[in-house]
Nanobody, 124 residues
Framework: VQLQASGGGLVQVGGSLRLSCAAS????????MGWFRQAPGKDREFVAF?????????YADDSARGRFTISRDNAKDTVYLQMNSLKPEDTAVYYC?????????????????WGQGTLVTVSS
């Protein structure tokens, strides 16, 4: 499956962005999807995942759970990450990833397919 992430940009502290990740090439509903991010000089980190049905979502921590929402539209072959109340520490390149299993994983190595990343910059 090919993944194309979009929706990043420059936003002020407290603002919102919605990232999208469009999939093509395979049956999207067969894949659990995850969002990860990598800030400059830091390791990639898990943000959230959603099961292939969309019924189960998991977030990295309480901060992410309270400000971010992962969702998917299997009819549009797209997964989203709605990000609200953005903070400077959210600045990173955000990647979507897919794994051919019902449920996602916090471990990036469990995902086979990756999008190219979209840059989110939160200015203070």
């Amino acid at each position: 499956v090919q993944l194309q992430a979009s929706g990043g940009g420059l936003v002020q502290v407290g603002g919102s962005l919605r990232l999208s990740c469009a999939a093509s090439g395979r049956t999207f509903s067969n894949y659990a999807m995850g969002w990860f991010r990598q800030a400059p000089g830091k390791d990639r980190e898990f943000v959230a995942f959603i099961s292939w049905s969309g019924r189960r979502t998991v977030y990295a921590d309480d901060s992410a759970r309270g400000r971010f929402t992962i969702s998917r539209d299997n009819a549009k072959d797209t997964v989203y990450l709605q990000m609200n109340s953005l903070k400077p520490e959210d600045t990173a390149v955000y990647y979507c990833a897919a794994r051919l299993l019902p449920d996602g994983s916090r471990n990036g190595e469990d995902y086979v397919y990756w999008g190219q990343g979209t840059l989110v910059t939160v200015s203070s």
